[in-house]
Each structure stands twice: as C-alpha cells, then as structure tokens.
C-alpha cells in the first residue's frame, strides 16, 4: 500500500507521498499501546486486480489507492444502500482476520446494521441482525475475542448523501410529524428479546405495536 500510493502520488506531481509513514521514533511511542480494536462493518465485497489504463491528470482515487476493484457476487441481497451487501459470513471472516493480524486483541464491533426505505414491519433488519450476530458467536468460537457488538442505529435519522431515503433504525421516525413521532418496529422487538434472553431466536417474528407500511420504493 505504502509502494502504490509512494508511486501514485510522484505521477500526481505530488511533492511527496499521500500517505505518510511513521518515524522509527513514532513507531517506538506507540507500539502496543492501543486498548482494543473497533470496527464499524456493514457490508462484504469481492476484490479483483485494478488491471485498468491509468491518468494521472485524473487525480487520487480509492480504486487506485487500493489497487483493486471491488464487487459484488451477484447472488448476494443489496439493501436499501446500494453499497451495503448481506453477506453475514463476511463478517465472520473479518474478524477472524483482524484476530489472526493484530495478535487477537480485543475487539468492539461499534456499528453494524442495514437500511430499508421504511415501515415499521422490517424483516430485512431482523433476518441481518440474527445473521450478523450469529457470525459473531461464530467467531467468537473460532478464538476470536469479541467484547461488544453495538447495532446502528437507535432510530432513523440522517443518512450523508441518502438524506432520509434510506433507513437504519430500529425505531420508525415520522418526519412528516412536527413531534417527529417515533414508532418501535418489528426489529426492536427482537433486539429486545436477544439482550434479555441473550439468545438468538430465528423463530421469533413478533408484528410492530403500530403497523407503518414503507412507502414508494426509494421515496419519501
């Protein structure tokens, strides 16, 4: 990565890299002083070689820097954001690299979940969150020292370039409302039935308190 991006920014006209490196004497002042390893994980891709013709005149790029282009195997379901894959044994696989990389610290999953474009009745985010929890109790076997898993987010709100289209929540936000009245869906349910059973029910399919049906497709 150091090599590609060294080589990359001389193309650019870049005076020097734009990826620094650490002095021996910051390498020394920070070895072995982190506490844990924090990871916000959402999606998996597949990589292929970025084989393609390159223009300096084009600028940075993440799929130069990278040297690589990512993809998704087609059999995979797209959430709501089309850049958010389901593909829960991915992260399984993630971590156990992370564990297998840093000499297995101790790790915080600090945000995982997946969008929709709406309703209170949300059985993609339940299906994600029995899949993706259970890939952790995977790992967690594999050796894996997993010490929390957090799950975005607590309610819909804004999301970057998606504004409010796309929907993370584990409570339904009436932004129509001028109370912006929140609603509990099917999701929060079962959130609630894991942290107190500390289990994961794929059978449990329990109806929201108030029925809000999405709207149009990718509207709001």
């Known amino acids: 990565m150091r090599e590609t991006i060294a080589n990359l920014s001389a193309a650019q006209g870049f005076p020097m890299s734009r990826l620094p490196s650490f002095t021996p004497e910051e390498i020394v002042r920070i070895r072995g002083t982190s506490e844990y390893f924090g990871v916000n994980t959402y999606a998996s891709s597949m ?5 393609g013709p390159y223009d300096p005149s084009a600028g940075p790029s993440h799929g130069h820097d990278t040297n690589v282009i990512g993809y998704f195997d087609p059999s995979w379901p797209v959430a709501a954001s089309p850049w958010l894959s389901i593909v829960p044994w991915g992260m399984r ?7 297998k990389e840093y000499n297995n610290p101790p790790i915080w999953v ?33 050796g894996c020292d997993v010490r929390g898993y957090v799950a ?3 309610m819909d709100n804004f999301e970057w370039r998606a504004g409010y289209v796309e929907k ?5 936000v ?10 509990p869906k099917a999701s929060a349910k079962v959130l609630t039935n894991i942290v107190r059973t ?16 999405p709207p149009t497709q990718g509207k709001q």
């Open 47 to 51: 990589v292929k070689a970025n084989d």
């Open 93 to 99: 696989k993630l971590l156990n690299w992370i564990s």
């Open 110 to 142: 600090t945000e995982n979940g997946v969008s929709d474009f709406g309703g209170t009745k949300d059985d993609v985010r339940i299906d994600y969150l029995n899949g993706y929890l259970d890939a952790v109790l995977d790992a967690i076997e594999d």
């Open 152 to 154: 975005w987010t607590l």
């Open 168 to 172: 993370f929540g584990f409570y339904y």
């Open 174 to 183: 009436d932004f129509n409302s001028p109370e912006r009245t929140r609603y």
């Open 198 to 213: 500390r289990q994961i029910d794929y059978d449990y399919r329990p109806e929201p308190d108030t029925f809000i049906p």
